[in-house]
């Protein structure tokens, strides 16, 4: 059984292709057309189709658009009311009603050979549940909860998996949503409205939540499995910030007041579904899943032992879960993916025909786990270019820049190579068997979804990647999972008795993560970046930029001597 899933109405459009129950590929299309998020999630955009991703997702099956047997649409029109019958204030969403009708013909279009009769409508938030429920390791019978800003007429759904049935306890119906109150606090405090929450939930840590009692008037949960969370007065809480302008004490305040009580009101939704189901594991998805904060408490507070999140639990990971709810119910019994590197790659051959293309000098030393260890032991921040894409927000080293957390300046330093707010933290990759010793929270955490203490005796030892309140956003790694990162940061230990290494997404703001060669070159090529690591081969900065001829560059190879880079015009 073939299905293709597509996300596409809303915001970060993107494909999923599971073959059999297998995940064989999933993408968001900004990695494709370089647009952050795919586009903004207005009605005029609905009609845009992930149609470079869902191609890609093809061909690395050997698909053509006639083979597939479904696609997984991620949300049901037949299921929507207006926008003005919710409480919404969208003038325009019945276009954006219209053209959800009319997607299988737009992925007809963008999928020449497609037939449109094989698109089936799944509901949005059922795609998101089955994102987590089915791709939760070893999780036959959990509990789900979806929290995101809206689907079709709801704005939460809570569920229960029982092999590959998904069962639907309880849904919160608009215009009550916890994700539209983060996403209209983002627009208050000068940010871009669904797309820069997380900033949001970084500058919560630098205020008090004083002003949690007013929010609890408007934003609380009623007991049934349901909340309240509509009418908030932000104005009166605090003056808005306009974009550009430094934030204040206010500012900060009013961010921790409404994390305070969104945490408050997810941790009595997970206490009433666990008091329907009792079970022990807890899968969540839905954009309101990426708070990390929120699910470290859920994870210590919660009655769930385990809690596990969705690496792609915004509306990028619907494509993901329409596809494995159409696979469930077809009788092809969904398989969890291995890890969230479910992206483009390439061969070291194709990735060495792109540098020769490119006539930049590069090294192909004989590790370069080893080199780049020593280059960050010598305090370098390295580009990390390896194998698959990450399917998802978070860079989890395979599209990542690094650098040494002994050093308290390297924060502000990424941050400038980003382009980043200063308030902004950058999280630390840690070998998973030294974890327990240094950090305090669920471990293992291989998606950078939860944060947690750092030990008072390691903060001044790895000051770069500890946040003003004392914690990090950790992720762990499994050298049998990621053997290549695992033995960079081995050898980085023993260079500097570390056992962490700084890890932020490999971008700049504004743009989406890199993904492909030329990406990497580009940013490599614009930034402050000391190395490349791309795939088995080193760029230098001072030799990417050296006046020397390519005609007359040498390259390392694996045995140390030297030979024509083949560079040349």
Excluded at 159 to 177: D, I, V
């Amino acid at each position: 059984m073939r299905i293709l899933g597509i996300n596409a109405l809303f915001h970060d459009p993107a494909a999923a292709l599971v073959i059999d129950g297998h995940t064989v590929a999933a993408a968001e299309e900004e990695r494709f057309s370089r647009r952050k998020h795919g586009k903004r999630p207005v009605p005029f955009s609905a009609w845009e189709v992930p149609g470079q991703a869902a191609a890609w997702c093809l061909s690395q099956a050997g698909l053509r658009p006639s083979d597939l047997d479904a696609v997984a649409y991620s949300f049901d029109p037949h299921l929507a009311r207006p926008a003005e019958t919710m409480g919404l204030d969208d003038p325009w969403d019945h276009l954006r009603l219209t053209y959800a009708h009319e997607a299988p013909g737009f992925l007809s279009e963008a999928l020449p050979g497609l037939d449109p009769a094989r698109v089936r409508f799944v509901p949005h938030h059922m795609a998101h549940a089955a994102s987590g429920a089915f791709a939760a390791p070893g999780a036959g019978t959990c509990s789900v909860l979806v929290l995101d800003g809206r689907g079709e007429a709801t704005s939460h759904l809570a569920a229960r998996r029982t092999g590959t049935t998904l069962e639907p306890l309880h849904g919160q119906e608009l215009p009550h949503s916890l994700g539209l109150v983060y996403e209209e606090l983002t627009e208050h405090l000068g940010f871009l409205r669904s797309s820069d929450e997380y900033k949001v939930m970084a500058l919560a840590s630098y205020g008090t939540p004083r002003m949690l009692g007013e929010l609890r008037r408007h934003v609380h949960p009623t007991g049934d499995g349901g909340f309240r969370a509509a009418g908030v007065p932000w104005e009166e809480l605090c003056t808005a910030r306009r974009p550009g302008e430094a934030w204040t004490q206010d500012h900060a305040d009013l961010a921790a007041s409404t994390q305070a009580c969104l945490e408050e009101t997810l941790l009595d939704l997970v206490r009433w579904l666990h008091g329907r189901t009792g079970d022990r594991v807890l899968a969540m998805a839905g954009g309101v899943a990426l708070n990390c904060v929120a699910n470290s408490r859920i994870a210590r507070e919660g009655p769930f032992d385990t809690v596990w999140v969705q690496p792609a639990a915004g509306d990028a990971g619907t494509a993901l879960g329409g596809a494995l709810l159409l696979s469930a119910d077809t009788g092809h019994p969904p398989e969890p993916p291995a890890g969230a590197d479910l992206g483009r790659g390439w061969s070291d051959a194709e990735l060495e025909a792109w540098l020769k293309t490119a006539q930049v000098p590069y090294e192909r030393p004989p590790d370069v786990a080893e080199t780049v260890a020593r280059a960050l032991a010598g305090d370098a921040v390295v580009a990390w270019f390896q194998g698959r894409a990450e399917f998802g927000p978070r860079a989890l080293g395979h599209r990542s820049l690094l650098a040494h957390p002994g050093h308290v300046g390297n924060l502000e330093r990424l941050n400038d190579v980003k382009g980043r707010e200063q308030f902004r933290p950058v999280a630390p990759m840690v070998l998973a068997d030294r974890a327990g010793e240094i950090f305090d929270g669920p471990l293992p955490s291989p998606y950078m979804l939860f944060v947690h203490d750092v030990a008072p005796r390691w903060r001044e030892r790895i000051p770069a990647v500890v946040h003003v309140d004392g914690s990090a956003r950790v992720q762990t790694v499994d050298a049998a999972a990621e053997p290549l990162l695992a033995r960079m940061m081995t050898a980085f230990e023993r260079l500097t008795g570390l056992p962490v290494v700084v890890n932020t997404s490999l971008n700049t703001a504004g743009r989406p993560m890199v993904d492909d060669p030329r990406d990497a070159l580009e940013c490599f090529g614009s930034a402050p970046v000391d190395l490349l690591a791309m795939g088995p081969f080193v760029v230098r900065r001072g030799e990417f930029f050296s006046t020397g001829s390519p005609d007359e560059a040498t390259t390392v190879v694996a045995d140390g001597s030297l030979t024509d880079r083949g560079c040349v015009r």
